[in-house]
């Protein structure tokens, strides 16, 4: 019993790391209209913001990577405590660099910051992933992560309200230019993190050594589960992060709804607040407890995560109805996926691609709020995807973890060719780059089930 409390309170104070990168993750969204407007940027010119911050996963997860290869796992060396502290300090200097970025309004000198920010995070999602899924039992490992990510996508929630208030209200109104309106929020991110670091330093977490053999070599991408689920993360950060990336954009003053960005950044807190609702239930789901309870207290927190996002951004409920019908079909994809990791993934992917092309094919409303509710069928994919494909890997699990957060590129890349096709064909059009994304991970989700043999190993690719 008092092992079971020690793991209870370490994954409460790992949620508020969830939370706090999830928070600066979305601050991003905020920034790309802002900065776009500021240096007069083209799409594709703004899409580098979430090219040099997500381009820094895929830097950092590499020479990670590289260095198992060398060394051993660096995690199992410093320890996950370590590892979390080093992503802390990082992170701090990432949101310091904001400050002279603004000061000498150099576009970038914040692209700069932003990579360094992603680098902390990177460290932060190696250490911190792994760790929740071993706090417990290796059945409940995704309720667990879908849980922590809930959280996580409850930073992104309050992220475009409070940070969009701080840049777009507070300092920008009140006469900053050229960039300086980021100075003191990031500021006070950074002093966040560096308090963060100290905290963990003293605190007491449990010690877990990983006793596989660290093995040379790409051995683990044999196994067809982790080799097409790098593809498979790759395209849903893309996905997901593309659209977060362009919403501001899509329902601003010269696209569909012609809403200054003032307006615009609340209806970022429902597509990121959906994430969090989905994933709520997602943790619940693949719970062990009876459907009875199960169902009850899915339909208690999908309500009471929707009131608290609709309690922040304070709009009338006659103009969120549609979100509120989003959420029960969500609801009843959970029930008909019953809990199985790949046909929920599956099922999910399949609402998405439906919303992106109501999205694209519709115009007003109908296509503002497909597009938010893309958000919420999101949820779960991370946790799904991760681990489904580590399942099995035994002794290749830490390169094949490696190789996950690496293929975090996709949130990189795809919002930079969505710009690009934006600039040319125009924005509507250019969301056909999520919706091809959401195709791979329906072949995913259904063919993940058939990469097992019958005593739950995974096949290796022959």
Known sequence: MEVKKDYTSSLIILTTLFFMWGFLTCMNDILIPYLKEI??????????????????????SL??????????????????????IIGLVVSGIGCLMFFPAAQFKIYGFFLGALFVLGLGFTMLQIAANPYVAILGSPETASSRLNMSQAFNSLGTTIAPILGGYLIYEYFFSSGSSGGEAVKIPYIIFGMIFFLGAVVFKFLKLPK???????VKGTGALKFKNLSYGTI??????????TIGSFLINFIGLHNIMGLEEILAKNFLAYYWGGTMIGRFSGALSLSAMKKTKKYTLMIV?????FALIFFITGMEFQTVLPYVLIIGLNFIAFIIGKGIS??????????????VALAIFSSGSLAMWALIGVGI???????????IAIDGLGKYTSQGSSLLIMAILGAALIPLIQGVIADILGLQTSFIVPLICYVYIIFYGIYSSRWKLKNNEIQPLK
């Open 63 to 84: 020479i990670y990577y590289l260095l198992s290869l060398r060394i051993g796992d660096p995690i199992n060396k410093v320890g996950y405590k370590n590892g979390i």
């Open 39 to 60: 240096f007069v940027l083209k799409y594709w010119q703004a899409m580098l913001i979430q090219f040099c911050f997500f381009g820094a996963y895929f830097i950092g």
């Open 377 to 387: 069928f999101n949820s779960i994919m991370w946790s799904n995807i991760f681990t």
């Open 208 to 214: 877990f050594v990983n006793e596989d053999e660290v």
């Open 301 to 305: 927190l999908s309500v009471l995560s």
């Open 232 to 241: 498979a993360i790759f395209m849903y950060v893309g996905g997901e992060v």
């Open 342 to 355: 790949g046909r929920t993934l599956g099922l999910f992917a399949t609402m998405c691609v439906f919303l």
